[in-house]
């Protein structure tokens, strides 16, 4: 479709950048602070702490008629193992890795099947679904360990794919899956990787025909509907299930489709996957992505961005928040554009964060923006739920986003925390260590080190939400700082050299639907109980400037990492003269954090409605 062809001029250096990624001169990234620990917490007790014998157990038995998905749990985990190891480099988690890799292909038939479907009911159900993470898994471990062996074994799965639903078939692809069969045509993005390691013609093909059924009429119609907001494409008739075919809202498997279609702009360069991607994007953010970076109800876009101030049946499912935030990583490596890193980083401080139990031990299936969190339900007759196998790699994502090279002299800083990293530009290494209690303060100092005095650009995202922001370079004030953009300081470092990074974060209040929130920085806040300063539930008024409110930042109880406290008015007698008190708020990942359903947590607080202000209670927006 002509409207949906890309019309800038810098195709093919995008597509050029993302196909040649320097992204592999960063060789060791440690974070430190809150969000540090939390990704050690998850490697440990998510990653480390996982059997891989109760993964694998259902792939030695083919006897699955129900349309389950237990064939999707190994490859979830093992991409998440290959990610954290990739960063911690432990040889007890790689020991595990080549456990999994070698345990998993010790189940392949000889027809090169991996799967836990019987004969008549494959291609049913999730059976194409859980193939493409077998894949994925596979993939990912023979890029680590090198072992032929797994690449081997993926080829044979996806030989026997081919032959079952490939060129000439008579199965579509978008018939062997629910969901109009977003989630079997997500297979594309493993295609591609195969096509990568083989350069085998016939994956090729195979990856434009899942391409061009992405788009046929009776399927999901990504490419021709991308202009479409994501939960309208297809409206669901009366009696049709929400669990069937017919429902086009699906939201992790439409953007496991979409990141497909950008594998495929790197490997063809045709520019309308990528026009129809940022389209779709640019929708999901608008209407569906909420004050937290999480998104959907019962698993479907739902126009839940101006609906959030209402409590959803199971919202905010992690796998749902681990995609967007693969979503935007792709865009970032094809754009270079920052408001990809400021979702991702709206979403990792507050989504993400919420979704494991203050102790590390869980991985919470759905985060809801008011009630209580409580454990997901295990799943297939397995000792595990989708969000607990996937999340792992939402955590083990973090450092990679930190420090990038998008181009050979150059490296991005892109999230501010305690850190060092060591990167290599031809034959220096930069060492780099940020020193910040970022967010919670305002400034970070970053100390290069090159090990001889070197010349690089050393880019710094200035998040878009900062009103403004100040950089200095051994204490000189640099020009030209714009929020929204990469501030790029091109000199020759040496060992020493300092940059300070100083944004102005004011609390902010938002409002929407009668109800308010308050952020500030990239963080979110919310109402906890085990504050014990009033019912989390009722109506309050906040006084504020033009949305800028008085925030103190307050000693934090056990199980949260911040706390603050606002000035309110509580009740409807808005007499700020005398009722007027002090309210505690916490990080909105530290609600709830002990799953204890005796807690409740809230973040949109019901707000007076005042005949004698009309604006009360109008949106304000926060993007």
Not at 69 to 98: C, M, R, T
Not at 305 to 321: I, L, Y
Not at 359 to 384: A, M
């Amino acid at each position: 479709m002509k409207r949906h062809i890309i019309t800038f001029v810098t195709c093919v250096g995008m597509l050029n950048a993302f196909a040649s990624p320097n992204d592999n001169g960063v060789k060791e990234v440690k974070l430190g602070g809150y969000i540090g620990q939390r990704i050690d917490g998850c490697i440990e007790k998510r990653v480390l702490g996982q059997s891989v014998d109760e993964l694998v157990d259902p792939f030695k038995v083919q006897d699955e008629t129900q349309g389950r998905w237990a064939s999707e749990f190994w490859g979830k985990w093992i991409q998440g193992a290959v990610a954290s190891y990739e960063y911690n480099h432990d040889p007890a988690l790689l020991e595990k890795i080549k456990e999994g890799e070698r345990k998993l292909i010790a189940t392949q038939l000889a027809d090169g099947y991996i799967g836990d479907y019987d004969k008549e009911h494959q291609l049913h159900g999730w059976d194409v679904w859980g193939r493409k993470y077998t894949l994925l898994g596979l993939v990912k471990c023979y890029r680590l360990t090198k072992h032929k062996e797994a690449l081997e074994a993926a080829c044979k799965l996806l030989d026997y794919t081919i032959k079952q639903i490939g060129p000439g078939a008579a199965t579509p692809i978008y018939k062997t899956g629910y969901y109009r069969g977003m989630p079997p045509l997500s297979i594309l993005e493993p295609v591609t990787y195969l096509y990568d390691e083989t350069g085998n013609p016939a994956y090729l093909q195979f990856a434009k025909l899942i391409a061009e059924q992405m788009n046929h009429p009776e399927g999901p119609m990504l490419i021709d509907k991308a202009d479409v907001p994501v939960s309208q494409r297809f409206v669901l008739k009366p009696g049709n299930s929400w669990w069937s075919f017919d429902n086009g809202q699906k939201g992790y498997e439409m953007m496991s489709c979409y990141i497909g279609l950008l594998e495929m702009y790197r490997l063809t360069g045709n520019a309308n996957y990528l026009q129809v991607a940022l389209t779709t994007w640019s929708h999901i953010l608008r209407e569906e992505i909420n004050i937290t970076g999480g998104a959907c109800s019962l698993e479907c876009w739902y126009g839940g961005h101006g609906k959030q101030t209402h409590p959803a049946s199971h919202t905010m499912e992690t796998c749902v928040t681990f995609t967007w935030m693969q979503f935007c990583e792709r865009l970032l490596q094809i754009t270079g554009d920052t408001k990809y890193v400021d979702q991702i980083e709206r979403t990792m401080y507050n989504a993400l964060m919420a979704s494991m139990k203050h102790d590390n031990t869980q991985i919470v299936k759905y985060v809801p923006l008011e009630g209580f969190r409580r454990e997901g339900e295990h799943q297939c007759d397995v000792r595990i739920n989708c969000c607990n196998a996937n999340a792992p790699r939402a955590f083990a994502m973090i450092p990679r986003i930190a420090y990038r090279m998008p181009k050979a002299d150059r490296i991005d800083i892109n999230l501010y925390m305690p850190s060092k990293a060591a990167i290599h530009m031809g034959k220096r290494t930069f060492d780099i260590v940020q020193e910040t209690n970022y967010p919670v303060t305002d400034e970070v100092k970053i100390t290069v080190t090159p090990d001889k005095t070197a010349h690089a650009d050393i880019a710094l995202r200035i998040p878009g939400w900062a009103p403004k922001a100040q950089i200095k370079v051994n204490g000189e004030a640099m020009d030209g700082v714009a929020c929204g953009e990469y501030f790029i300081i091109g000199r020759e470092w040496k060992a020493g050299d300092e940059i300070t990074l100083k944004m102005e974060m004011p609390a902010r209040l938002v409002q929407l639907n009668q109800a308010a929130a308050i952020e500030r920085g990239p963080v979110v806040y919310a109402r906890d109980s085990r504050f014990n300063d009033g019912f989390v539930d009722e109506v309050v008024t906040i006084p504020n400037q033009n949305g800028a409110i008085q925030m103190t930042a307050e000693k934090a109880p056990q199980d949260m990492w911040i706390a603050v406290s606002v000035p309110m008015v509580r009740g409807t007698y808005n007499d700020a003269s005398v009722d007027t008190r002090k309210i505690h708020l916490c990080d909105f990942a530290s609600a709830g954090s002990t799953w204890d359903e005796g807690i409740r947590y809230r973040v949109w607080l019901p707000i007076l409605y005042t005949p004698d202000n009309p604006k009360s209670g109008q949106f304000q927006g926060y993007w």
